[in-house]
């Protein structure tokens, strides 16, 4: 991903995920724009944005953060949102282990209340170490936190795919943490 796609591609999560406003973009209670209205508004913002680079990016974005639907007339951010979303997702059933990354700093929060949302609608879990190394990268040395979700499912806790390999969940207790 070359400088303008990972530029496009962050603003893109700013709008799609936390801030439609920024740009006077309107999303659907299931978090889709229309990608007319979003290449316009991008480009009344000083982003400039037209349908091959958005196709770009939604292609090269590594962690697929974006979908388009089938026509591609809506897109929508996967995942990740701050703001209220109904992703539509079904219950589903991860049958091992997951990973969380993060960094030191965050431990003694986590040995205490688990892994919380926070401004997020959900926890993000990732199916292997490799992704949660990328993740917990992003801020520092990563440490890799090892998720129970078997367990927490016999306890009754509720799990979510996302459409690009996130696992979601409202939150994880310290205790089906290892650390």
């Known amino acids: 991903m070359n400088k303008s796609t990972k530029s496009i591609s962050k603003f893109l999560s700013l709008v799609l995920r936390h801030k439609p406003e920024t740009i006077n973009l309107q999303l659907d209670q299931h978090g889709?724009?229309?990608?007319?209205?979003?290449?316009?508004?991008?480009?009344?913002?000083?982003?400039?944005?037209?349908?091959?680079?958005?196709?770009?990016?939604?292609?090269?974005?590594?962690?697929?953060?974006f979908a388009l639907n089938a026509n591609q007339t809506k897109i929508r951010a996967n995942q990740g949102h701050s703001i209220s979303i109904d992703l539509g997702l079904n219950e589903e059933k991860p049958k091992t282990i997951l990973y969380h990354g993060t960094v030191e700093k965050f431990l003694n929060s986590i040995q205490k209340t688990g892994l919380e949302k926070r401004s997020r609608q959900h926890v993000h879990l990732?199916?292997?170490?490799?992704?949660?190394?990328?993740?917990?990268?992003?801020?520092?040395?990563?440490?890799?936190?090892?998720?129970?979700?078997?367990?927490?499912?016999?306890?009754?806790?509720?799990?979510?795919?996302?459409?690009?390999?996130?696992?979601?969940?409202?939150?994880?207790?310290?205790?089906?943490?290892?650390?």
């Open 32 to 65: 889709w724009a229309d990608v007319d209205e979003l290449i316009q508004q991008c480009n009344k913002h000083n982003k400039h944005l037209d349908m091959e680079l958005l196709l770009e990016v939604v292609e090269t974005n590594d962690k697929k953060r």
């Open 126 to 179: 990732s199916q292997n170490q490799e992704t949660a190394i990328k993740v917990g990268s992003r801020r520092g040395k990563p440490i890799i936190l090892t998720v129970d979700a078997p367990q927490m499912l016999v306890d009754g806790y509720t799990f979510y795919l996302s459409n690009n390999g996130v696992w979601l969940t409202d939150h994880v207790p310290a205790k089906y943490i290892k650390f």
